[in-house]
């Protein structure tokens, strides 16, 4: 069975940055395509970023695109998402996700995912 544990939330204000991580247990993260969702109040969950099993595959949400990275680092068994330049419309749930690579269908989906995270709250404040 595989866990996802997230991590790596906060307060912060606009302009800062912060660093999420996703640690995945049970299983080894190589086989798991993973990403990062969010979603504010009222909202659907939104896609954020994806990466392959190895790593060498990103994908991002237009929204963030040159401000955030998603990595993952197989032998801590862990993904991050480091989040620069942060805006108040970056405040959300950030949930981490992943699926074994061979059954991911579309990656900004959240139905294509199999494991979820618990969330963790990011506040930017102007």
């Known amino acids: 069975q595989v866990q996802l544990g997230g991590s790596g939330g906060g307060s912060v204000q606009a302009g800062d940055s912060l660093r999420l991580s996703c640690t995945v247990s049970?299983?080894?993260?190589?086989?798991?395509?993973m990403a990062w969702f969010r979603q504010a109040p009222d909202q659907d969950r939104e896609f954020v970023a994806g990466v392959s099993g190895t790593g060498s595959h990103t994908h991002y949400a237009e929204a963030v695109k040159d401000r955030f990275t998603i990595s993952k680092d197989n032998a801590q068994n862990t993904a991050y998402l480091q989040m620069n330049r942060l805006k108040p419309e970056d405040t959300a749930d950030y949930y981490c996700?992943?699926?074994?690579?061979?059954?991911?269908?579309?990656?900004?989906?959240?139905?294509?995912?199999?494991?979820w995270g618990q969330g963790t709250q990011v506040t930017v404040s102007s």
């Open positions: 996700a992943a699926v074994k690579e061979e059954e991911l269908v579309i990656i900004t989906r959240p139905a294509s995912y199999k494991y």
């Open positions: 049970g299983r080894a993260a190589s086989d798991y395509a």
